[in-house]
């Protein structure tokens, strides 16, 4: 949705691209959310959270040979980030009790299949069920978040989690909520089931646009202001630079048929 052929860089040519320390910052702060849980609900406070930050970044560096070199032996740049993950810590505390929290899922692999084979997957950051049954769906954002003009692409991530929800349980998601600790913002939408069935014909339309780029190897930059966060850049058209030959198997790494068993498609999420 973004761009097709950044689309290509990173699922055909599966090209690397260099570590963001704010990127690495995001995945931090959701494993240190993600484990808070696990305390008790009157120790769940934020300096508890706090000092789950250095043993979840040992923990993801370790798992992620390529952030070796993030800080390097800069520990003055590592002070000052975790700091920043910190006042991110800080204002979800702001915004959220989680005394009173009591989440029915943390991290959730979903999935689902649609009638005509295409399989939707992804991870939800939180699920909490009301003692009457109702849904919500929460998802940390620790950017800022969208102006109005923009909410509705931001929804489109909560929506396709709603989906694929629905579609495996039946039953309707009553709240999406996007949490933004960057400037200390809620978003809350409640979806119905027009909203999710054209998500659903959304995100069919653009399997069909996948799959016929794939076919046609003709992957189209879009080019915006996001491009200037682009690694792609010298082998963007649209930047002066040269596309390098699309990869013998490219049909199967663009539409993953290689990699799934008794679906011919699938769409991943989070």
């Not at 090209?15 to 963001?20: G, H, I, R, T």
């Not at 800080?71 to 009790?97: C, H, I, N, Q, V």
């Not at 929460?138 to 003009?149: C, F, H, L, N, Q």
């Not at 039953?171 to 119905?192: A, F, K, M």
């Amino acid at each position: 949705m973004q761009c097709p052929l950044l689309y290509r860089f990173r699922v055909v040519d599966r090209f690397p691209e260099a570590p963001s320390r704010d990127a690495v910052r995001g995945t931090v702060v959701h494993a240190v959310l993600e484990r808070l849980f696990d305390l008790p609900a009157a120790e769940r406070t934020l300096a508890a959270a706090e000092q789950l930050l250095a043993p979840q970044w040992d923990r993801v560096r370790g798992s992620r040979p390529e952030l070796a070199g993030l800080f390097g032996t800069d520990t003055e740049a590592l002070r000052e980030w975790l700091l920043s993950a910190s006042a991110l810590l800080a204002r979800w505390f702001a915004l959220e009790d989680p005394t009173r929290l009591e989440p029915a899922e943390r991290e959730l692999y979903v999935e689902t299949t649609l009638d005509d084979g295409l399989v939707l997957r992804g991870y939800v950051d939180r699920i909490d069920v009301a003692a009457d049954g109702r849904v919500r769906v929460v998802d940390y954002k620790t950017g800022r978040s969208p102006s109005e003009a923009f909410e509705a692409k931001a929804l489109f991530q909560m929506k396709f989690y709603a989906l694929v929800l629905w579609r495996q349980h039946g039953r309707l998601p009553s709240v999406l909520q996007l949490v933004y600790l960057g400037n200390s913002e809620i978003l809350r939408y409640s979806p119905d089931e027009a909203d999710l069935l054209a998500t659903e014909r959304k995100v069919k339309a653009l399997w069909e646009a996948i799959s016929t780029a794939a076919s046609s190897g003709d992957w189209q930059p879009s080019p915006s202001r996001l491009c200037d966060w682009c690694d792609h850049q010298a082998f963007c058209p649209a930047k002066g630079g040269t596309l390098p030959p699309l990869p013998e198997d490219a049909v199967l790494r663009a539409t993953g048929a290689s990699t799934i068993i008794d679906a011919p498609s699938e769409v991943n999420y989070g």
